[in-house]
Each structure stands twice: as structure tokens, then as C-alpha cells.
Nanobody, 130 residues
Framework: QLHFVESGGALVQPGGSLRLSCAAS????????VGWFRQAPGKEREGVSC????????YYTDSVKGRFTISRDDAKNMVYLQMNSLKPEDTAVYYC???????????????????????WGQGTQVTVSS
């Protein structure tokens, strides 16, 4: 059975930090590019950051550059999103998704284009509020 499970979401004050985790089971994450996406109430789903499987090329949407860092540990079948200097506008449900890796040049299109992807998680809620 294939699973893709996010964790780490929480209520945090503006300026705070969180680390989201995405655990894959039932498939080898190393063969996949992985992305973090978010959806706020009333808004479309947005690609936040993506990372390739072959060479760990990364992409970040402009609003999170310099604040968020995506990383992966293929030995543990895990992907992470370190989020610093959080802002109220970062409030959303965060999802991870994966698709067969196509190399570093396809990381930005993966994040920008939107679904479908091979695997989706159920999401984890991040709320930034004082």
C-alpha cells in the first residue's frame, strides 16, 4: 500500500519557525521529484517549493524565497520543508506531492503547473497568528 503522509503543522506566531515532514512508504522516493504545495481558504493551490530526485535541484515560489528550505533524505524516504520567519499569509494547508523524476530542469514546471501528480498527501495545517 502506498502512502504519503505530512506532519509538523501547527499554530505559530508571526516570525516563528516550523519544519514540515513528508514520509513516503510503499515506494522509493529517490526516483521521484517532490514538491510542497499549499492551499489557503478561498485561494487556489500554490506550488511552494519543489526538489528533483536526480540532483536535488530546488525551486521556490517568490513569496518564500530566503525563508523556506526544502530538503530530502532518500535513505529515510523523507522530504522536509523548513519554514522560518513565518507570516500570516503563510497560513494554509500544506501538502506534499511526488511525480517521477525528470531531472532538475523540470522542477520549476512541476511546482508551477499544478496537478496531476503520482502521489499526494492528505495535508497538514499551518496557522500563523498572534
Amino acid at each position: 500500500q502506498l502512502h504519503f503522509v505530512e506532519s509538523g503543522g501547527a499554530l505559530v506566531q508571526p516570525g516563528g519557525s516550523l519544519r514540515l515532514s513528508c514520509a513516503a512508504s510503499g515506494f522509493a522516493l529517490s526516483y521521484y521529484a517532490v514538491g510542497w504545495f499549499r492551499q489557503a481558504p478561498g485561494k487556489e493551490r500554490e506550488g511552494v517549493s519543489c526538489i528533483s530526485g536526480s540532483d536535488s535541484t530546488t525551486y521556490y515560489t517568490d513569496s518564500v524565497k530566503g525563508r523556506f528550505t526544502i530538503s530530502r533524505d532518500d535513505a529515510k524516504n523523507m522530504v522536509y520543508l523548513q519554514m522560518n520567519s513565518l507570516k500570516p499569509e503563510d497560513t494554509a494547508v500544506y501538502y506534499c506531492a511526488a511525480e517521477t523524476d525528470g531531472g532538475g530542469s523540470l522542477v520549476q514546471p512541476m511546482c508551477v503547473r499544478g496537478p496531476p501528480y503520482d502521489y499526494w498527501g492528505q495535508g497538514t495545517q499551518v496557522t500563523v497568528s498572534s
